[in-house]
Protein backbone atom coordinates (compact mmCIF):
# COMPACT_ATOMS: atom_id res chain seq x y z
CA UNK A 1 0.00 0.00 0.00
CA UNK A 2 1.75 3.34 -1.19
CA UNK A 3 1.66 5.96 1.84
CA UNK A 4 0.42 9.43 0.17
CA UNK A 5 2.53 12.55 1.11
CA UNK A 6 0.86 15.37 3.62
CA UNK A 7 2.73 17.97 0.95
CA UNK A 8 1.22 15.80 -2.35
CA UNK A 9 -1.79 17.26 -4.06
CA UNK A 10 -5.02 16.09 -4.04
CA UNK A 11 -5.44 13.51 -6.57
CA UNK A 12 -8.25 16.13 -8.65
CA UNK A 13 -6.58 18.95 -7.86
CA UNK A 14 -4.49 19.12 -11.38
CA UNK A 15 -8.02 18.81 -13.10
CA UNK A 16 -8.80 21.86 -11.08
CA UNK A 17 -6.46 23.72 -11.55
CA UNK A 18 -6.68 23.82 -15.40
CA UNK A 19 -10.25 24.60 -14.97
CA UNK A 20 -10.00 27.42 -12.39
CA UNK A 21 -6.26 28.23 -12.95
CA UNK A 22 -4.02 29.55 -10.36
CA UNK A 23 -6.97 31.68 -8.71
CA UNK A 24 -9.96 29.84 -8.25
CA UNK A 25 -12.09 32.38 -6.33
CA UNK A 26 -11.78 35.05 -9.02
CA UNK A 27 -12.57 32.80 -11.68
CA UNK A 28 -16.16 31.92 -9.71
CA UNK A 29 -16.92 34.92 -9.14
CA UNK A 30 -16.13 36.08 -12.81
CA UNK A 31 -18.42 33.28 -13.89
CA UNK A 32 -21.24 33.56 -11.54
CA UNK A 33 -21.22 37.23 -12.57
CA UNK A 34 -21.32 36.74 -16.64
CA UNK A 35 -24.33 34.48 -16.11
CA UNK A 36 -26.45 37.08 -13.76
CA UNK A 37 -25.41 39.62 -16.36
CA UNK A 38 -26.66 37.66 -19.87
CA UNK A 39 -29.89 36.83 -17.20
CA UNK A 40 -30.48 40.04 -16.53
CA UNK A 41 -30.11 40.94 -20.05
CA UNK A 42 -31.85 37.97 -21.18
CA UNK A 43 -34.80 38.70 -18.83
CA UNK A 44 -34.72 42.59 -20.31
CA UNK A 45 -35.24 41.38 -23.91
CA UNK A 46 -37.54 39.29 -23.23
CA UNK A 47 -40.01 41.76 -21.36
CA UNK A 48 -38.90 44.38 -24.58
CA UNK A 49 -40.07 42.12 -26.92
CA UNK A 50 -43.54 41.30 -24.44
CA UNK A 51 -44.27 45.05 -24.49
CA UNK A 52 -44.73 45.03 -28.27
CA UNK A 53 -46.19 41.90 -28.88
CA UNK A 54 -43.80 39.66 -29.91
CA UNK A 55 -43.77 36.45 -28.50
CA UNK A 56 -40.42 34.93 -28.00
CA UNK A 57 -38.81 31.69 -29.55
CA UNK A 58 -38.65 29.94 -33.16
CA UNK A 59 -41.85 29.01 -34.02
CA UNK A 60 -41.97 31.74 -35.89
CA UNK A 61 -39.62 29.38 -38.99
CA UNK A 62 -43.40 27.90 -39.45
CA UNK A 63 -45.22 30.97 -40.50
CA UNK A 64 -45.04 31.98 -44.52
CA UNK A 65 -42.88 34.69 -45.40
CA UNK A 66 -45.05 36.47 -47.53
CA UNK A 67 -41.84 37.59 -50.06
CA UNK A 68 -40.63 36.37 -52.81
CA UNK A 69 -36.94 35.72 -53.45
CA UNK A 70 -35.30 36.35 -57.41
CA UNK A 71 -32.92 33.21 -56.63
CA UNK A 72 -33.65 29.84 -55.37
CA UNK A 73 -31.89 26.30 -55.99
CA UNK A 74 -34.81 24.56 -54.22
CA UNK A 75 -38.70 25.13 -54.83
CA UNK A 76 -39.62 28.49 -53.19
CA UNK A 77 -43.23 30.48 -52.92
CA UNK A 78 -44.37 33.52 -50.58
CA UNK A 79 -46.56 30.60 -49.35
CA UNK A 80 -43.15 28.67 -48.04
CA UNK A 81 -42.17 29.10 -44.06
CA UNK A 82 -39.77 31.42 -43.03
CA UNK A 83 -37.27 28.03 -42.23
CA UNK A 84 -37.70 27.23 -45.94
CA UNK A 85 -36.37 30.75 -46.89
CA UNK A 86 -33.41 30.62 -44.52
CA UNK A 87 -32.35 27.40 -46.31
CA UNK A 88 -33.20 28.94 -49.57
CA UNK A 89 -30.30 31.83 -48.07
CA UNK A 90 -28.06 29.10 -47.10
CA UNK A 91 -28.07 27.30 -50.20
CA UNK A 92 -27.27 30.17 -51.89
CA UNK A 93 -24.52 31.24 -49.79
CA UNK A 94 -22.96 27.71 -50.04
CA UNK A 95 -22.99 27.68 -53.73
CA UNK A 96 -21.72 30.88 -54.36
CA UNK A 97 -18.92 29.97 -51.43
CA UNK A 98 -18.06 26.80 -52.86
CA UNK A 99 -18.07 27.67 -56.45
CA UNK A 100 -15.70 31.07 -55.30
CA UNK A 101 -13.14 28.48 -53.02
CA UNK A 102 -12.90 26.20 -55.93
CA UNK A 103 -12.22 28.94 -58.61
CA UNK A 104 -10.12 31.07 -56.43
CA UNK A 105 -7.69 27.96 -56.05
CA UNK A 106 -7.61 27.67 -59.51
CA UNK A 107 -6.20 30.83 -60.26
CA UNK A 108 -4.40 31.60 -57.46
CA UNK A 109 -1.90 28.78 -58.00
CA UNK A 110 -1.63 29.60 -61.88
CA UNK A 111 -1.07 33.60 -60.42
CA UNK A 112 1.21 31.89 -57.58
CA UNK A 113 3.26 30.13 -60.47
CA UNK A 114 3.74 32.69 -62.82
CA UNK A 115 4.62 35.51 -60.15
CA UNK A 116 7.79 33.09 -59.92
CA UNK A 117 7.97 33.19 -63.70
CA UNK A 118 11.77 34.33 -64.70
CA UNK A 119 9.80 36.12 -67.48
CA UNK A 120 10.45 39.78 -65.93
CA UNK A 121 7.29 41.05 -67.53
CA UNK A 122 4.82 38.08 -66.68
CA UNK A 123 6.08 38.26 -63.35
CA UNK A 124 5.28 42.66 -62.95
CA UNK A 125 1.78 42.26 -64.12
CA UNK A 126 1.06 39.28 -61.48
CA UNK A 127 2.92 41.66 -59.11
CA UNK A 128 0.37 45.00 -59.81
CA UNK A 129 -2.39 42.50 -59.88
CA UNK A 130 -1.83 41.09 -56.64
CA UNK A 131 -0.99 44.57 -55.17
CA UNK A 132 -3.97 45.71 -56.78
CA UNK A 133 -6.40 43.51 -55.49
CA UNK A 134 -5.25 43.42 -52.19
CA UNK A 135 -5.10 47.16 -51.29
CA UNK A 136 -8.41 47.92 -52.60
CA UNK A 137 -11.75 46.98 -50.19
CA UNK A 138 -13.41 44.13 -51.37
CA UNK A 139 -16.67 45.86 -51.10
CA UNK A 140 -15.67 48.51 -53.40
CA UNK A 141 -14.40 45.57 -55.80
CA UNK A 142 -18.28 44.24 -55.75
CA UNK A 143 -19.61 47.26 -56.38
CA UNK A 144 -16.95 47.60 -59.45
CA UNK A 145 -17.93 43.89 -60.68
CA UNK A 146 -21.69 44.31 -60.10
CA UNK A 147 -21.65 47.95 -62.09
CA UNK A 148 -19.88 46.04 -64.91
CA UNK A 149 -22.13 43.18 -65.31
CA UNK A 150 -25.20 45.57 -65.41
CA UNK A 151 -23.45 47.49 -68.06
CA UNK A 152 -23.68 44.58 -70.62
CA UNK A 153 -25.08 44.86 -73.82
CA UNK A 154 -29.06 43.83 -73.80
CA UNK A 155 -29.92 40.30 -74.67
CA UNK A 156 -30.41 40.43 -78.63
CA UNK A 157 -27.06 41.86 -78.34
CA UNK A 158 -25.46 39.15 -76.22
CA UNK A 159 -22.03 38.84 -76.00
CA UNK A 160 -20.87 35.50 -77.09
CA UNK A 161 -17.14 34.61 -75.70
CA UNK A 162 -17.18 30.74 -76.44
CA UNK A 163 -19.75 28.61 -78.48
CA UNK A 164 -22.55 28.22 -76.15
CA UNK A 165 -21.65 30.89 -73.53
CA UNK A 166 -23.47 34.09 -73.42
CA UNK A 167 -23.35 37.67 -71.35
CA UNK A 168 -25.79 39.98 -70.87
CA UNK A 169 -27.30 42.42 -68.90
CA UNK A 170 -30.34 39.77 -67.84
CA UNK A 171 -27.96 37.25 -66.66
CA UNK A 172 -25.23 34.55 -67.68
CA UNK A 173 -25.76 31.41 -69.83
CA UNK A 174 -24.01 28.21 -69.80
CA UNK A 175 -24.21 24.70 -71.18
CA UNK A 176 -25.72 22.51 -69.07
CA UNK A 177 -26.13 18.34 -68.63
CA UNK A 178 -29.29 17.29 -68.72
CA UNK A 179 -30.25 13.91 -67.00
CA UNK A 180 -33.09 11.83 -69.13
CA UNK A 181 -32.63 8.45 -66.76
CA UNK A 182 -31.99 9.21 -63.44
CA UNK A 183 -31.67 5.96 -62.53
CA UNK A 184 -29.35 4.62 -65.19
CA UNK A 185 -26.94 7.86 -64.49
CA UNK A 186 -26.91 7.16 -60.48
CA UNK A 187 -25.96 3.51 -61.45
CA UNK A 188 -23.00 4.84 -63.15
CA UNK A 189 -22.23 7.49 -60.71
CA UNK A 190 -22.24 4.22 -58.41
CA UNK A 191 -20.20 1.93 -60.41
CA UNK A 192 -17.51 5.03 -61.19
CA UNK A 193 -16.89 5.56 -57.75
CA UNK A 194 -16.06 1.92 -56.86
CA UNK A 195 -13.90 1.41 -59.91
CA UNK A 196 -12.01 5.07 -58.69
CA UNK A 197 -12.06 3.44 -55.36
CA UNK A 198 -10.22 0.46 -56.77
CA UNK A 199 -7.39 2.90 -58.66
CA UNK A 200 -7.06 4.57 -55.25
CA UNK A 201 -6.16 1.56 -53.34
CA UNK A 202 -3.61 0.19 -55.96
CA UNK A 203 -2.48 3.66 -56.21
CA UNK A 204 0.94 3.27 -54.32
CA UNK A 205 1.07 0.59 -57.64
CA UNK A 206 0.87 2.72 -60.23
CA UNK A 207 2.91 6.02 -60.86
CA UNK A 208 1.57 9.31 -60.90
CA UNK A 209 0.91 9.94 -64.15
CA UNK A 210 -0.38 7.00 -64.61
CA UNK A 211 -2.84 6.81 -61.90
CA UNK A 212 -3.82 10.82 -63.45
CA UNK A 213 -4.34 9.10 -67.00
CA UNK A 214 -6.48 6.18 -65.33
CA UNK A 215 -8.52 8.44 -63.48
CA UNK A 216 -9.08 10.34 -66.37
CA UNK A 217 -10.01 7.87 -68.48
CA UNK A 218 -12.82 6.08 -66.11
CA UNK A 219 -14.34 9.34 -65.96
CA UNK A 220 -14.04 9.77 -69.87
CA UNK A 221 -15.63 6.09 -70.44
CA UNK A 222 -18.41 6.12 -67.52
CA UNK A 223 -19.84 10.08 -69.40
CA UNK A 224 -19.09 8.43 -73.15
CA UNK A 225 -21.29 5.61 -71.76
CA UNK A 226 -24.19 7.49 -70.22
CA UNK A 227 -24.26 9.92 -73.61
CA UNK A 228 -24.35 7.33 -76.18
CA UNK A 229 -27.05 5.63 -73.91
CA UNK A 230 -29.00 8.85 -73.92
CA UNK A 231 -28.64 9.34 -70.19
CA UNK A 232 -27.35 12.96 -70.48
CA UNK A 233 -27.48 15.03 -72.85
CA UNK A 234 -26.10 18.72 -73.48
CA UNK A 235 -28.03 21.34 -73.21
CA UNK A 236 -26.95 24.59 -74.97
CA UNK A 237 -28.45 27.77 -74.67
CA UNK A 238 -29.71 29.50 -78.40
CA UNK A 239 -30.44 32.78 -78.63
CA UNK A 240 -34.05 33.44 -79.75
CA UNK A 241 -35.17 36.73 -80.47
CA UNK A 242 -35.20 39.05 -77.63
CA UNK A 243 -33.89 35.78 -74.82
CA UNK A 244 -31.76 32.62 -74.61
CA UNK A 245 -33.39 29.55 -74.15
CA UNK A 246 -31.71 26.53 -72.79
CA UNK A 247 -28.88 25.75 -70.44
CA UNK A 248 -27.96 26.93 -67.32
CA UNK A 249 -28.52 30.72 -66.26
CA UNK A 250 -27.02 33.08 -63.77
CA UNK A 251 -28.04 36.18 -62.68
CA UNK A 252 -25.71 39.26 -62.99
CA UNK A 253 -25.67 39.59 -58.81
CA UNK A 254 -24.37 35.88 -58.59
CA UNK A 255 -21.92 36.63 -61.62
CA UNK A 256 -20.60 39.95 -60.01
CA UNK A 257 -20.38 38.29 -56.35
CA UNK A 258 -18.90 34.95 -57.72
CA UNK A 259 -15.75 37.06 -59.63
CA UNK A 260 -15.55 39.87 -56.60
CA UNK A 261 -15.30 36.86 -54.19
CA UNK A 262 -12.82 34.46 -56.37
CA UNK A 263 -10.85 37.44 -57.72
CA UNK A 264 -10.30 39.05 -54.18
CA UNK A 265 -9.30 35.99 -52.75
CA UNK A 266 -6.87 34.42 -55.62
CA UNK A 267 -4.66 37.92 -54.86
CA UNK A 268 -4.08 36.11 -51.64
CA UNK A 269 -3.71 32.47 -52.85
CA UNK A 270 -1.24 33.57 -55.00
CA UNK A 271 0.85 35.70 -52.09
CA UNK A 272 0.53 31.75 -50.15
CA UNK A 273 1.54 29.66 -52.82
CA UNK A 274 4.52 31.36 -53.82
CA UNK A 275 5.45 31.81 -50.40
CA UNK A 276 4.52 28.14 -49.97
CA UNK A 277 6.72 26.89 -52.74
CA UNK A 278 10.28 29.64 -52.09
CA UNK A 279 9.78 27.99 -48.55
CA UNK A 280 11.66 25.04 -49.66
CA UNK A 281 15.25 25.36 -49.73
CA UNK A 282 16.93 26.10 -52.77
CA UNK A 283 19.31 23.08 -52.57
CA UNK A 284 16.82 20.68 -52.87
CA UNK A 285 15.79 21.84 -56.57
CA UNK A 286 19.57 21.47 -57.43
CA UNK A 287 20.21 18.01 -55.96
CA UNK A 288 16.88 16.82 -57.78
CA UNK A 289 18.04 18.32 -61.07
CA UNK A 290 21.39 16.71 -60.95
CA UNK A 291 19.64 13.40 -59.95
CA UNK A 292 18.14 13.74 -63.68
CA UNK A 293 14.33 14.96 -62.57
CA UNK A 294 12.77 17.52 -64.99
CA UNK A 295 10.97 20.07 -63.35
CA UNK A 296 7.60 18.78 -63.05
CA UNK A 297 8.75 16.02 -61.31
CA UNK A 298 10.69 17.84 -58.81
CA UNK A 299 7.62 20.39 -58.30
CA UNK A 300 5.20 17.16 -57.81
CA UNK A 301 7.73 15.22 -56.35
CA UNK A 302 9.70 17.08 -53.66
CA UNK A 303 8.27 20.32 -53.49
CA UNK A 304 5.01 20.43 -53.57
CA UNK A 305 4.43 18.09 -50.53
CA UNK A 306 6.96 20.27 -48.39
CA UNK A 307 5.23 23.72 -49.79
CA UNK A 308 1.78 22.19 -48.69
CA UNK A 309 2.93 22.46 -44.84
CA UNK A 310 3.09 26.24 -45.20
CA UNK A 311 0.22 26.24 -47.75
CA UNK A 312 -2.69 24.33 -45.94
CA UNK A 313 -3.07 26.09 -43.20
CA UNK A 314 -2.80 29.61 -44.90
CA UNK A 315 -5.30 28.41 -47.18
CA UNK A 316 -7.72 27.10 -44.63
CA UNK A 317 -7.66 30.63 -43.19
CA UNK A 318 -8.26 32.09 -46.81
CA UNK A 319 -11.48 29.77 -47.51
CA UNK A 320 -12.88 30.80 -44.02
CA UNK A 321 -12.94 34.68 -45.08
CA UNK A 322 -14.13 34.05 -48.37
CA UNK A 323 -16.87 32.05 -46.74
CA UNK A 324 -17.91 35.00 -44.35
CA UNK A 325 -16.84 37.68 -47.34
CA UNK A 326 -20.04 36.07 -49.12
CA UNK A 327 -22.11 37.84 -46.28
CA UNK A 328 -21.67 41.55 -48.09
CA UNK A 329 -24.20 39.92 -51.07
CA UNK A 330 -27.01 42.12 -49.42
CA UNK A 331 -24.60 44.93 -51.13
CA UNK A 332 -25.24 43.98 -54.30
CA UNK A 333 -28.62 42.43 -54.66
CA UNK A 334 -28.06 38.68 -54.12
CA UNK A 335 -30.40 36.74 -52.02
CA UNK A 336 -28.08 35.36 -49.77
CA UNK A 337 -28.24 33.70 -46.07
CA UNK A 338 -27.41 37.36 -44.53
CA UNK A 339 -30.31 39.20 -46.69
CA UNK A 340 -33.13 36.72 -45.85
CA UNK A 341 -32.16 36.37 -42.64
CA UNK A 342 -32.43 40.71 -42.44
CA UNK A 343 -35.84 40.41 -44.03
CA UNK A 344 -37.05 37.64 -41.55
CA UNK A 345 -35.94 39.73 -38.58
CA UNK A 346 -37.75 42.81 -40.15
CA UNK A 347 -41.21 40.91 -40.96
CA UNK A 348 -41.09 39.10 -37.78
CA UNK A 349 -39.64 41.36 -35.33
CA UNK A 350 -37.69 38.16 -34.03
CA UNK A 351 -34.28 39.90 -34.39
CA UNK A 352 -32.60 37.93 -31.72
CA UNK A 353 -33.20 34.71 -32.68
CA UNK A 354 -32.71 35.34 -36.48
CA UNK A 355 -29.16 36.48 -35.59
CA UNK A 356 -28.59 33.33 -33.34
CA UNK A 357 -29.64 31.56 -36.46
CA UNK A 358 -27.34 33.23 -38.78
CA UNK A 359 -24.59 33.18 -36.24
CA UNK A 360 -25.45 29.03 -35.52
CA UNK A 361 -25.31 28.45 -39.34
CA UNK A 362 -22.07 30.18 -40.25
CA UNK A 363 -20.16 28.80 -37.15
CA UNK A 364 -21.27 25.71 -38.25
CA UNK A 365 -19.95 26.22 -41.76
CA UNK A 366 -16.31 27.29 -40.68
CA UNK A 367 -16.16 24.45 -38.13
CA UNK A 368 -16.90 22.26 -40.52
CA UNK A 369 -14.46 23.86 -43.07
CA UNK A 370 -11.49 24.03 -40.31
CA UNK A 371 -11.92 20.19 -39.33
CA UNK A 372 -12.05 19.43 -43.10
CA UNK A 373 -8.61 21.03 -43.83
CA UNK A 374 -7.03 19.96 -40.75
CA UNK A 375 -7.51 16.27 -41.54
CA UNK A 376 -6.31 16.92 -44.89
CA UNK A 377 -3.50 18.94 -43.43
CA UNK A 378 -2.50 15.70 -41.61
CA UNK A 379 -3.40 13.12 -44.00
CA UNK A 380 -1.47 14.23 -46.91
CA UNK A 381 -0.08 18.05 -46.12
CA UNK A 382 2.76 16.15 -43.48
CA UNK A 383 3.78 13.08 -45.17
CA UNK A 384 3.69 14.29 -48.63
CA UNK A 385 1.31 13.77 -51.34
CA UNK A 386 3.56 12.07 -53.65
CA UNK A 387 4.09 7.77 -53.44
Same mark, same amino acid.
Given at each position: MTAISPDAPAPGAPLLKNLLGERPLTQIVLFVVLVTALGLLGRAMVSNMARVGITPGFAFL???TNFGIGE? +? #? &? /? !???SSFARAILVGLLNTLSVSIAGCVLATLLGVALGMARMSANPLLSSIVRAYVELIRNTPLL @?? +? =??WSASFKALPATRQALEPLPGFYLSNRGIYLPALQIEDGRMVATAIL? &?? $?? +? =?????FRRRMSGTLAGAATLAVLLLFAWGLASAGALRADIPVLKGFNIAGGLSLTTEFGALLVGLFVNASALIAEIVRSGIQSVPRGQWEAAESLGLHRAQIFRRIVLPQALRVITPLMTSNY??? %??? !?? @???? #?? /??? +???IINTAANQTGQALETILIMA? %? /? @??ISLAVSYAMNR?????? $??? @?AR
Amino acid at each position: MTAISPDAPAPGAPLLKNLLGERPLTQIVLFVVLVTALGLLGRAMVSNMARVGITPGFAFLSRPTNFGIGET +L #I &A /Y !SPESSFARAILVGLLNTLSVSIAGCVLATLLGVALGMARMSANPLLSSIVRAYVELIRNTPLL @LQ +L =FFWSASFKALPATRQALEPLPGFYLSNRGIYLPALQIEDGRMVATAILA &AV $LV +L =FALWRFRRRMSGTLAGAATLAVLLLFAWGLASAGALRADIPVLKGFNIAGGLSLTTEFGALLVGLFVNASALIAEIVRSGIQSVPRGQWEAAESLGLHRAQIFRRIVLPQALRVITPLMTSNYLSL %IKN !SS @LAVA #IG /YPD +LVSIINTAANQTGQALETILIMAS %I /Y @LTISLAVSYAMNRYNARHA $LRG @LAR
